[in-house]
């Protein structure tokens, strides 16, 4: 459906067509026109579905020519992290003209100039819920006359711990207004807001629940936890990765990561809570301009970047919820194309991944790298597609079984012989150094099952071949 057919104002429309935007996607089919009826909306989309311009189209086009009165803004858009809050004011400044203000109110930046745009009045506020409840409690902000509120990307905003400052600005604003709330899934705390604060809302879902893009191809390595960050910096040099997000758990494990690969020579950057909001942008600016080509980045990073030809993403430690996965591999394979999702998993994440697979309702393909095999395999949480062809289908309950086997028990490894010791340290130098002198690349891991030692020894004896080449 064109956008003509959505009943938006002429200036819209043509900002759209000078950015080469003519069919709407469905979200954008669907809550475009609820909005411009009036209704609250509560929806579920899938980072990569247009949801932003879903949004802001319909608001901009009830704002008008109207002008905010100084600390009056019409419309408030909430958000859960400051990146988020830029992306969306930069899509809002494409299709929006010079007569509606937008100001952005986030933490980790001075004050003041966002005290004078206020001032200056602004129809549209972007803001993370702690500076704007800080400015409010300032009465830097009025909300008497505010008509429009947006919730993006409401669930994450929940599950960093917002929601008390959600409840409070909720009181703060009138009765009266419009609210559109998006989120990537419907929980039960999700409905519970919409329940408490949404006016009888039309609700959307234009996707499967936490369901991943088929643009993106999923694998993960098997390694220990002590060798992930000697696997990526092969990976890297060896598969020559550029425009490369790694996500990790902690901010001191993202820092200790930018290091290790600082050391080998990758230009890398690294971004957290801890970084300030300048450090921050130069890190994502010299990414996105290819001076940098390794990102690392916490779960603050997993929504809200939109970045250009983002060729993979790397789970350098698997997230604590499953539905975060789909988060975070969201920022590769977007608009059509194709994206690479890569996670180095070790034995003790075992239960994160089968959550994981259990989302994606598949297993994610196992490969090796030869040399850097793990101790402990993974299992699978079910059983591989091949087999499957080839028997018949279980029954329900066996199957089920099948989802909830718990990860292998640690086995005390014999003393191993000096003359193994020697065929293991070749075959690192031959996977290594391959017999052209080049480094070497991933094999993928057999689904067969072999004992462990024949796979070492099979590994340490013949050259790799190159994925990169499938």
Known sequence: MSFAKLGLSDNLLAALEAQNFTTA????????PLILQGKDVLAAAQTGT????????????LIGHRQAEAHRPLALILVPTRELASQVAANIEQLSDDSVRCTILIGGVPREPQLEALQAGAEILIATPGRLLDLYLQDAIRFEQLEYLVLDEADRMLDLGFSPEITRIFDALPARRQTLLFSATFSESIRELARQRLNNPAEISVSPAN??????????YSTDKKRKAELLTELILTERWRQTLVFTKTKK???????T???AGIN???????????????????????RVWVLIATDVASRGLDIDQLQQVVNFDLPVVAEDYIHRIGRTGRAGKQGQAISLVSADEFPQLQAIEQLLGKNIERREVAGFEADHRLPLFSKPAALKK??????????????HQKPPAAKSKPAKKHGDSGRQEMGRKKALQGKSGKPGTAKRSAEVKEPAEVKQQKASKRPRPSFSKR
């Open 25 to 32: 996607t469905p979200v954008q089919q669907q809550a475009i």
């Open 50 to 61: 247009g949801k932003t311009a879903a949004f802001a189209l319909p608001v901009l086009h």
């Open 211 to 220: 369901s991943a893009a088929k643009t993106v191809k999923h694998w993960l």
């Open 253 to 259: 494990g993202a820092d200790a990561l930018g290091s």
């Open 261 to 263: 690969l600082a050391d």
């Open 268 to 290: 890398c950057a690294v971004i957290h809570s801890d970084r300030n909001q300048q450090a921050r942008d130069k890190a994502l600016n010299s990414f996105q301009a290819g």
């Open 390 to 403: 080839t028997q018949d289908k279980s029954p329900a309950g066996k199957q089920s079984k099948t989802t």
